[in-house]
Structures are given as structure tokens and as C-alpha cells.
């Protein structure tokens, strides 16, 4: 079988949790004997970089980790590039390549910037899965957050983007064409009951197949002898050091806590956010407990874990699922997550193997860190409790017998 995976992003230069599970996913098809190619968006290339232009649209291909890499984009970004479902264009030159390259099926990981891809299939006869990774199609921040990064809970059809988040009118056919891809797509499928249910809460009622995110176990290594720690209780954060990710949160419950015994490692890119950076930076400061350990790769995931005893995510925006709770358990880290990290009720026993605490009460998280820092034998009992996710065989299985319903 011939698939086309879509996303927004794609390494190397982006390495979030949506690109790591089109990656993983990927690499697992192949093994299974397909054939695979994943088509993004170039929003960050140069212009000079690519090598074939039809009308305004430039393309490229590479390669990454042996998968076949598609890459687009506009010759002048288009300032909506994040928020727009159709872009006919954009349409025409996806819907060339299909044709060309004769794919048989397209799964959409992410529709962002490349949302009219599934029109091209359509047009075409070529079946469309879409796995639902966040709430974009309901919410351009695809997060639920507000300018204040205040919690929404529905859109009310657009209508609510423009009264509390100064969107223009425009966002009521966006909300029309956002339904339209999502109830026309042949198989809907999502990584958490979470995201599902939000879905369903704001009358987006299609059935829903859920299935876990897998983990590639190839690259999970035993923790070694943490003596070199001794006495110490490492809490860490890994991924995008943002305040939309619950950074600020973290820090501020963890300064809060006065023990010694303690210490927080945080892994990951500074977003452009000159703000929340020089909080960050007045923050470390004042805190010697805390150390930013920069940007890691994925083949670094071993030693992060291994510097860590318990992982926090913090979120303070929907987190439709996090891959972080699942990798961090693969490994052995009890993690603590907020209420409104989709994953964490995936997998986390609350007080058992981990910790959930309420995003709208901050001091909870605070009390969870001073009740550690007391007790350090917490962590230990929480660890024999994880149960390890499933594999990436498991989660490809249950994707591939998807993808052969449609042939059927």
C-alpha cells in the first residue's frame, strides 16, 4: 500500500509530539511493508531551498530516517497560512502529486496549513484518514485558550472567536469549512477519549475510533544506578519551554517549595515570547535549584529520562493528548499532569502511579512537590505501579486494519 502522511510540520526542523508520532507511525508502516511518504509545510525554509514552483507554490522532496519527505509552501506565506481550511492553489498542486506518485490511501496527522489536501484526494477517489491530534479544526489555536491564555470550552461556531478573541467575521465559513473536512473524511481517529469528547461536547458527533499513540521500544534503555544523585529528587519538564505549556506554573510551584532536597531540569526551545523569557530568565536566577538544559533529540531520550526521577506536565491549555506522559512512562518516570492533559487519564492512576492536579487550583501542584520533597520514597512506589503503553506494533496493527476496511 502506497500512503501519504500529512502534517503541518515535520523534522528536522520541527520535532514536537504530532511529528513524532507521523515519524514513529511511519517508520513502523515500512517495516510492515509499505510504502510511505509524508507530505508538510515548509513555513521556516527558504525560499531558495526548493526546487519546483507551479503558480505560487514551491516544492521540494528529502529524505529523513529513510522516509520520503514532501515539502510545500507558499512562495509569499500568506498571513492566514495557520487558519485557513481551503486554499485552491495549494489544492491543484497537492492534488498533481497524488495523481503523479499514485498513492492508494492519505492519513492527515495535522491539517494545519494543508487542509484542502483532503478535497484533492477527494477529487481523486483516494480514501482520507484523519487522526484528530488536537482541536484545531475546532479552535485556530488549537489549544482552547483565549489572548489572556484563559480557557475556552467551544467556539460556539465562531461566534465566540469573535466577541472574546478579536478574530474577524471570517471565522464563521472557517467554522463551516472546518465541519465540512471533519464530518467527509472517511475514518476519524483519535489518541485519547479526551479529545473525543470534546469534540462531542460541541455537537461534532461522528464516531470517533480511538486508538493509543504506540511507543518504539527500540529506543527505550533501562535506567542506570542513580547514586550519583542520592538525596536528591529530580523533577523535569521536556518539550517546548512555553507559558501556553504550563512553564510558568511549574516554576512558580516549585520556587514555592523551600527543601533542599529537590532539584528541576528543564529540557526544550524558548519560544519567541519576550515576556514569559525574561520571567524565565528573573526565575533561574532566583532559584539555583533550577537548570535549563537546552534542546535535545529524540536519540537523547535515554540519558533525559535517566536525569530525571519524576516528570511534570503542567499544562495550562488543553493538551489534547501529550506524548510526554506516554514516553516518560515507557520509561519508568512517574509523571504529574494537570487535569487537562488528555493522555494523563490515559494512563495515570491518580496517587497510585502518578499524580493529576487541577489546573484552576496552581497550589495543588505545589503541595504534590513539598509532599516529594519530604518524602522521597514517593517516586520509588510510584514507579512500580506504571504500567508500560502500548507498543508502536500495537498502535500500527490497529491503523493498518483501519486502512483495509477501506479497500473492502
Not at 520556587?255 to 526551545?269: E, F, P, Q
Request: glycine share 6%; proline share 4%; net charge neutral.
Amino acid at each position: 500500500m502506497r500512503i501519504l502522511y500529512v502534517v503541518h510540520d515535520f523534522f528536522p526542523r520541527f520535532y514536537g509530539g504530532t511529528e513524532r508520532y507521523v515519524l514513529n507511525i511511519g517508520k513502523q508502516m515500512q517495516r510492515m511493508g509499505h510504502s510511505v511518504t509524508v507530505l508538510t509545510y515548509g513555513l521556516e525554509d527558504p525560499v531558495e531551498s526548493y526546487d519546483s514552483r507551479e503558480a505560487d507554490v514551491l516544492w521540494k522532496s528529502y529524505v529523513y530516517e529513510g522516509i520520503t519527505v514532501i515539502s510545500l509552501r507558499h512562495r509569499a506565506i500568506p498571513a492566514d497560512i495557520g487558519f485557513i481550511i481551503e486554499d485552491e492553489n495549494l489544492e491543484n498542486v497537492i492534488a498533481g502529486i497524488l495523481k503523479n506518485q499514485a498513492f492508494d490511501l492519505m492519513h492527515i496527522a495535522h491539517p494545519m496549513r494543508v487542509a484542502c489536501c483532503y478535497k484533492a484526494a477527494q477529487k481523486l477517489g483516494i480514501p482520507v484518514v484523519l487522526t484528530l491530534t488536537d482541536f484545531w479544526l475546532l479552535c485556530p489555536r488549537g489549544r482552547f485558550y483565549k489572548p489572556d491564555y484563559t480557557l475556552c470550552n467551544s467556539p460556539e461556531k465562531g461566534n465566540k472567536c469573535i466577541k472574546e478573541c478579536g478574530v474577524n467575521a471570517s471565522i464563521i465559513k472557517r467554522y463551516d469549512d472546518a465541519q465540512k473536512m471533519f464530518e467527509n473524511v472517511d475514518i476519524l481517529i483519535s489518541p485519547s477519549r479526551f479529545l473525543v469528547e470534546s469534540y462531542k461536547s460541541n455537537g461534532w458527533s461522528r464516531n470517533i475510533l480511538h486508538i493509543n499513540h504506540g511507543v518504539d521500544y527500540r529506543y527505550v534503555k533501562p535506567r542506570t544506578s542513580r547514586e550519583k544523585n542520592a538525596g536528591t529528587v529530580t523533577f523535569g519538564y521536556t518539550g517546548v519551554v512555553t507559558r501556553f505549556k504550563g512553564v510558568d506554573l511549574l516554576l512558580n510551584a516549585f520556587s514555592a517549595v523551600k527543601a533542599s532536597g529537590i532539584a528541576l531540569k528543564i529540557y526544550g526551545n524558548c519560544l519567541w515570547e519576550t515576556d514569559f523569557n525574561v520571567y524565565l530568565d528573573t526565575a533561574l536566577q532566583k532559584d539555583k535549584r533550577i537548570q535549563m538544559m537546552g534542546k535535545y533529540e529524540h536519540e537523547d531520550l535515554p540519558r533525559v529520562m535517566d536525569e530525571i526521577d519524576i516528570v511534570v506536565v503542567p499544562s495550562s491549555t488543553l493538551e489534547s493528548y501529550g506524548l510526554v506522559v506516554v514516553e516518560s512512562m515507557a520509561y519508568g518516570n512517574p509523571v504529574i499532569a494537570s487535569d487537562i492533559v488528555g493522555s494523563a487519564y490515559e494512563y495515570i492512576r491518580d496517587g497510585e502511579n502518578g499524580f493529576i492536579f487541577p489546573v484552576s487550583e496552581p497550589a495543588a501542584l505545589k503541595d504534590i512537590i513539598e509532599k516529594i520533597s519530604h518524602d522521597h520514597s514517593i517516586v520509588e512506589k510510584l514507579r512500580s505501579k506504571i504500567s508500560l503503553p502500548p507498543r508502536i506494533e500495537e498502535e500500527a496493527f490497529k491503523v493498518e486494519s483501519i486502512y483495509k476496511r477501506l479497500f473492502h
